[in-house]
């Protein structure tokens, strides 16, 4: 059996479509649509064309994108005024923080600076606790990203053995959150299990494996259990360019479906973060 495989750019394409839908409808309605403020530190090549391919996506979607480009040495207390200032502008909708902030800067303070209603990432602590008790709609964007790949498979997660390799807070913490929601049964897999020598015998068992780590070829793709759904998050470079965390080649073989990598998890992860700005859109209404 070959995997089907779960192409991130057509998902990607049929979300956005339905949340231009969803803009157009609310500008008819309220003669207005969603702002969002993206706080960039420094001037750093990457960070510049992530935040380009965000913009790019939610001018499609119909979305106003600004950039608050602040110098690399801007301080603590300068950043959060400025978060404060934007809590109170009624024009801005949605903060978010791009990431990698300079060391000098307690990322954990200024986003818990944002106002929960404006923060589209999910990280104000008092988000990640509504998040524990199913409370908010504003889902941090990569667990969003992969619940929404599981979903289009159509495939039940109730009752299904989902196991997670990777227990970050941004990924695997609050995945295990969305997966208990749909009442799968959820193991969390780390370095600790790992060195423990039981990795294997988790990942063999997985009906949804989901892999968040950051090492290429981790997971070999012969521990894949038969008709499992894989979803790779990991983000590797190697000498044949951007790969992920499974074997994918000898995995496909073994899954029903798969998500690639690039292609996978990615791109449907920047549209969550817009359909998160319409979400602190309407709850500003
Ligand atoms: P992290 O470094 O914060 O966490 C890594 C996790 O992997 C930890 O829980 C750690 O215990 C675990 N781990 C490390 N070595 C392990 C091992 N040998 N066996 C089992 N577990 C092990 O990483 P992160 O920020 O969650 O990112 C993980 C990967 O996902 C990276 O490759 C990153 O680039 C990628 N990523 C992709 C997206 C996307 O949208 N596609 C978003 C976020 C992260």
């Known amino acids: 059996m070959s995997a089907q495989v779960l192409d991130g750019k057509i998902l990607a394409a ?11 409808k609310l500008k008819k309605e309220f003669n207005k649509v969603p702002t969002m403020v993206n706080i960039v530190i420094g001037d750093d090549h990457g960070t510049c064309a992530y935040a380009k391919s965000q913009e790019k996506v939610a001018e499609y979607i119909g979305i106003n994108y600004e950039l608050k480009t602040v110098t690399e040495d801007v301080g ?10 934007l809590n109170s502008d009624a024009d801005v909708n949605g903060i978010l923080i791009h990431k990698p902030v300079p060391e000098h800067i307690d990322y954990g303070s200024v986003a818990n600076h944002i106002d929960i209603i404006k923060d589209l990432e999910g990280i ?3 988000n990640i606790g509504k998040m524990v008790l199913g409370e908010t709609k504003i889902v941090p964007c990569t667990p969003a990203s992969i619940m929404e790949h599981i979903k289009s498979t159509g495939v039940n997660m109730r009752g299904k053995e989902a196991v997670i390799v990777g227990s970050s807070s941004i990924v695997g913490k609050p995945l295990c959150l969305l997966l208990l929601r749909e009442f799968a049964t959820v193991t969390v897999c780390h370095i600790g299990t790992s060195e423990a ?7 063999k068992n ?24 894989v979803i790779d998050v990991g983000i590797n470079r190697s000498d044949n360019g951007i ?13 029903s479906y798969i998500t690639p990598v690039p292609g996978g998890v990615g791109p449907v992860t920047v549209v969550m973060l817009m359909k998160n700005a319409i979400e602190a859109f309407k709850a500003q209404l």
């Open 14 to 24: 049929k979300i956005k479509d339905s949340l231009r839908s969803e803009v157009e």
């Open 124 to 126: 104000n602590i008092a």
């Open 243 to 255: 790969v992920g965390d499974v074997e994918y080649a000898v995995a496909k073989e073994k899954a």
């Open 197 to 203: 020598g039981k990795l294997e015998e988790h990942v």
């Open 206 to 229: 997985a009906d949804i494996l989901i892999v968040a780590v950051g090492i290429a070829s981790l997971i070999k793709g012969d521990l894949i259990k038969e008709g499992a759904i």
């Open 76 to 85: 603590q207390e300068q950043l959060e005024a400025l978060v404060r200032d």
